[in-house]
């Protein structure tokens, strides 16, 4: 039986968990639809999710169809956990992306088909809630086509809009033939031709779907069924199967990694090729590590089935792989040469950002009777579980940070923490994450046995700018095969682990880190009585040293401070603006753009990250309720403040020489 991996992705409130339940139930996987109000649904396990009735974290059910098992991966909706709708991206066929008919297309919409679109993933649009008061068809359907700037095709209308008696009549329309003729020259000469037979069309809706050409858009009601066995027809007929060869080299990507009741590593992993079977032993991550699986279970009816193999195009549950992080390959991952899949898309089999990364922050403190090491033990595991979520810990002040998206995610970390390890917490003001960029270039270098300097190294360093968004490449100017590649390899991992924190503390990013210098202190001979370590150079001489070195080229490039700048998108009325515009001033917001469209205006520009909040506040105020707010990190800007914040550091201070030396080394002279 074929296979499809099916993503439900959709804006806060929109349906996706009442689509997948009712989904269930008419698969026949479910004798009862779970209800979110009530708490009882079949993918939000998690206790907080019960309560709040959101999607927190991405869920697998399986159900079959006519010719097809369906893996349905339900996903989060709200902002805040939006890494977890990321993760599944790199796994899927296909995906329904669900739209309220009531509140229509909604910020997190917008995001989300930028990223499908861009992905090239085929993909079904659910508009729901049909039979609810307020609903609407063609206002939704315009809406959609000009801020989702997508290629629509409705499969049909809806009768009975805004009753319960809502329901979906479904057939292609006049207005189907728009878009596919803009893609297919045949289809245009025969539609000239008025020679255009209905299997042609829909030979062409389903190929242009398969390569995400155009989307079709049904309507419906999760609640009442209406619709959905439509849906459920073009799911079988319109998305693509899963490909991959079961008897190829085994490739595959981890997109989830959850414990299980003993605290062992349970990971979810998409297979592209080969075939996983238990007690084999297999190669994951970029660290090459090796593990031998001891247990496999698949998704198949609603459950999940142990079984002793698993081959390409399945989702599978893997134990016995202790050091598995999402986004590690399985395997050797796939080059380009593999099969491709159906619909041209590019496979991936390596865990990518396709959505911003976090730009907020915000210190953890630990309740009455709460144990430090037990509350950071249980902030590295939860960000095993979501590697956008960054954790630091303070030494010096015994403080642990968390890096978030958004206010919600408090609740979330603060709730799990209590409810899965027992730990009180509280959490002080968000704050912003900024980062840092070289101004220009800076070179530094400190010789082996000279000067003041206490290791047994040589290293220069020399750091230069690079273009925005290229990160951090290490070169070298020196040969190869001047020291022990051990020791290279040493200044390059303290390179990368000390420009964490730059010289305002911040991450220093899009720069050039070359090696000018590098020398050591041979292992002394038999004539010395054997190796002294006092004598020969060590891998610790150089992490030791390569800190100092690099703040040093550091200080004499200059960094600038450069804070996260959010892209905001107001639609108000008119007669709004004159209140809006001084309140976006005194928010350090730049209107750049503004678009009357009848009775409303749409104001564009850029605001900083730490001001969006208020912003969000402050609007429906401004606006009588009526006006709609976008935002979406769009770059990182330099600082104007005349204060440029600095962020407490967490390392040695190789600001400070003498404080350094003092916490990492016990050698007093050169």
């Known amino acids: 039986m074929h296979l499809l991996n099916l993503g439900i992705l959709a804006h806060v409130d929109a349906g996706k968990t009442s689509l997948t339940e009712r989904l269930l139930h008419t698969a026949g996987v479910t004798d009862e639809i779970g209800s979110v109000d009530a708490g009882s649904t079949r993918t939000d396990t998690l206790a907080l999710e019960r309560q ?14 006519d010719g097809v098992t369906v893996n349905l991966i339900d996903t989060p ?81 809806p009768a009975g809009l805004g009753t319960r008696a809502a329901r979906f009549v479904p057939g ?25 037979r209905d299997d042609r069309l829909h030979t062409a809706l ?65 297979v592209f090729s080969g075939t996983l079977r238990t007690r084999d032993r297999v190669r994951f991550g970029d660290r090459g590590q090796e593990g031998k699986v001891t247990a496999l279970s698949v998704f198949d009816h609603g459950t999940d089935v142990r079984e002793d193999s698993t081959g390409a195009g399945r989702i599978a549950r893997v134990w016995g792989l202790g050091g598995i992080r999402i986004g590690d390959a399985l395997g050797a991952p796939r080059s380009d040469g593999a099969a491709e899949p159906p619909r041209g898309r590019v496979p991936r089999t390596s865990y990518q950002h396709h959505f911003a990364p976090p730009t907020l922050e915000t210190v953890v403190v630990p309740g009455p009777g709460t144990d430090r090491r037990s509350l950071h033990l249980a902030l590295t595991q939860l960000a095993e579980q979501d590697p956008l979520i960054g954790v630091r810990h303070d030494e010096r002040r015994r403080e642990t940070s968390v890096s978030l998206y958004g206010e919600v995610q408090k609740e979330v970390v603060q ?29 530094a270098v400190e010789f082996n046995k000279k000067d003041a300097n206490p290791f047994l190294a040589t290293v220069g360093l020399r750091v230069d700018p690079a273009p925005v968004g290229s990160g951090v490449d290490f070169h070298l100017e020196v040969e190869l095969g001047s020291m022990p590649y051990a020791f290279f390899k040493a200044v390059e991992d303290t390179v990368r682990e000390t420009l964490g924190q730059g010289l305002h503390g911040w991450q220093v990013v899009d720069c050039a880190v070359t090696m000018t210098h590098s020398g050591y202190s041979p292992r002394q001979s038999h004539a010395h009585q054997g190796f002294d370590k006092s004598m020969s150079s060590t891998g610790a001489d150089f992490r030791g040293l390569t800190p ?51 009775p409303l205006c749409v104001l564009e520009g850029a605001v900083p990250a730490a001001r969006v909040h208020e912003l969000e506040q402050r609007l429906p105020g401004l606006t009588r309720g009526e006006g709609e707010l976008e935002t979406a990190f769009d770059h990182y800007a330099p600082v104007v403040r005349a204060t440029v914040p600095d962020r407490p550091r967490t390392d040695h201070n190789p600001l400070d020489r003498k404080e350094y030396l003092l916490k990492v080394t016990r050698r007093t002279g050169g």
């Open 172 to 196: 292609l329309g006049p207005s189907a033939l728009d878009p596919l003729t803009a893609n297919d020259d045949d289809l245009l000469s025969a539609y000239v031709e008025d020679t255009v």
């Open 206 to 270: 389903a190929d242009q779907t398969r390569r995400a050409l155009v989307h079709p858009v049904y309507f419906g009601s999760a609640i009442t069924g209406a619709g959905v066995p439509e849906l459920i027809t073009g799911i079988e007929r319109l998305l693509p199967t899963a490909g991959g060869d079961p008897h190829g080299p085994l490739a595959g990507t981890v997109f989830k990694v959850e414990r299980g009741p003993a605290g062992e590593k349970v990971a979810y992993a998409r």
């Open 415 to 443: 709730a799990t923490l209590a409810d899965e390890y027992g730990l009180d917490v509280t959490f002080r003001e968000t704050t912003t994450l900024c980062v840092e960029r070289p101004e220009g270039s800076g070179a």
């Open 77 to 157: 909706g709200h902002p805040d956990f939006i890494a977890e709708v990321e993760r599944v991206l790199g796994v899927l066929d296909g995906a329904v992306l669900v739209v309220s008919a009531v509140e229509g297309v909604q910020a997190q919409t917008r995001v989300l088909m930028r990223t499908l679109r861009r992905l090239r993933i085929p993909t079904l649009v659910f508009v729901n809630k049909i039979d609810r008061r307020g609903a609407r068809d063609q206002d939704v359907l315009r809406s959609m086509a000009r801020r989702l700037t997508a290629a629509l095709v409705p499969m049909g209308a």
């Open 548 to 598: 100092l070195v690099l703040i040093e080229a550091l200080r004499r490039a200059r960094t600038r401070v450069y804070e996260p700048m959010h892209h905001f998108r107001v639609e108000a009325p008119a007669d709004a603006l004159g209140a809006l515009l001084p309140v976006l001033a005194r928010l350090e917001a730049v209107p750049r753009t503004t678009t009357a469209q009848g």
């Open 52 to 65: 709040r009735g959101i999607t927190i974290k991405s869920a697998v059910v399986s159900f079959p169809l």
